[in-house]
């Protein structure tokens, strides 16, 4: 497995196989790789002949009192865990390799409507940022098949539309979510919990499928999550959000809806933690 950290090694390195015909997967992580990285790496393995993974903590989704500085490098350990999964090939660049012009004058790209609300809502700019360092990298690697989890359920939604708005003749590939045994979704923000923190942690997803039963049993969607809401503070969590969003395009529920997203992020000590279920509706909910 080689890494790069220079455009235009990237994409010397990737002339040959394209010529050749060979189906390339992209991987965009931003390290500190857990499981659930490496089963995108591995779902990748399983579509591809040739799978790229890239690591660059992209500044463009921080906002200002958000952990950049603080946000773990682990390269060493992130290229022997892409190894062992199969990875190909990594693309490592620094920010001046990517954004050469600065922050402040860089070309920036805007998804409407589903980018909106949520963590958009709670994070100004944010999608803009992931936006941007997506379709750079679509750019450079040009895979024909990209692999996204989905715990960042609005994230991918976001990158969908975007490569539908852009024409981007790239496979979206959604990856479901990695979880610990007590049912904690995989997060490398789950590393900045305490002990005491991380057992009180799972109350996220335990709340949500709580939620989930009372709406499958017929239960007022305002009734139930307000119940919901309740139980993250019970469980320790300063809520962030907590909704019901149609799953396609993460618009407001009706009583034409059916299938649907259950969608939270709470903050625990000093990690904000995101989760998600999807629910079937009944005719009779709206």
């Excluded at 941007?132 to 359920?153: I, R």
């Amino acid at each position: 497995m080689d890494t790069l950290y220079h455009i235009s090694a990237l994409r010397e390195a990737l002339a040959g196989p394209r010529r050749a015909g060979r189906r390339i997967a992209l991987v965009p992580t931003m390290g500190n790789l857990h499981d659930g990285h490496l089963a995108l790496v591995a779902k990748a393995r399983a579509r591809a002949d040739l799978v790229v993974a890239t690591i660059f903590v992209n500044p463009l989704q921080f906002g200002e009192d958000e952990d950049l500085d603080a946000y773990p490098r682990t390269l060493a350990e992130d290229q022997a865990g892409l190894a062992r999964a199969g990875c190909d090939l990594v693309f490592a660049p620094s920010t001046r390799e990517l954004y050469p012009q600065g922050l402040d004058v860089q070309t920036r790209v805007h998804v409407a409507g589903v980018s909106e609300g949520l963590c958009g809502g709670s994070r100004p700019g944010h999608f803009d940022g992931v936006a941007t360092v997506v379709s750079l990298l679509f750019n450079l690697v040009q895979p024909d098949l990209a692999c996204f989890g989905e715990k960042d359920y609005q994230q991918l939604a976001v990158i969908r539309q975007l490569t539908r708005d852009l024409h981007f003749p790239i496979e979206i590939v959604g990856v479901p979510i990695v979880r610990a045994r007590d049912g904690l979704a995989l997060s490398s923000r789950n590393g900045y919990l305490s002990a005491d923190e991380r057992g009180r942690a799972p109350g996220l997803y335990a709340t949500l499928c709580e939620l989930r039963e009372a709406l499958v049993a017929g239960v007022a969607h305002d009734e139930a999550l307000s119940t919901a809401h309740e139980r993250l503070v019970e469980h320790g969590f300063v809520p962030d959000y907590l909704a019901l969003r149609r799953a396609d395009d993460l618009g407001e529920v009706d009583a034409d809806t059916r299938e649907a997203v259950i969608l939270a992020a709470a903050q625990l000590g000093p990690a904000r933690l995101i989760d998600n279920l999807t629910v079937s509706l009944s005719p009779r909910d709206g």
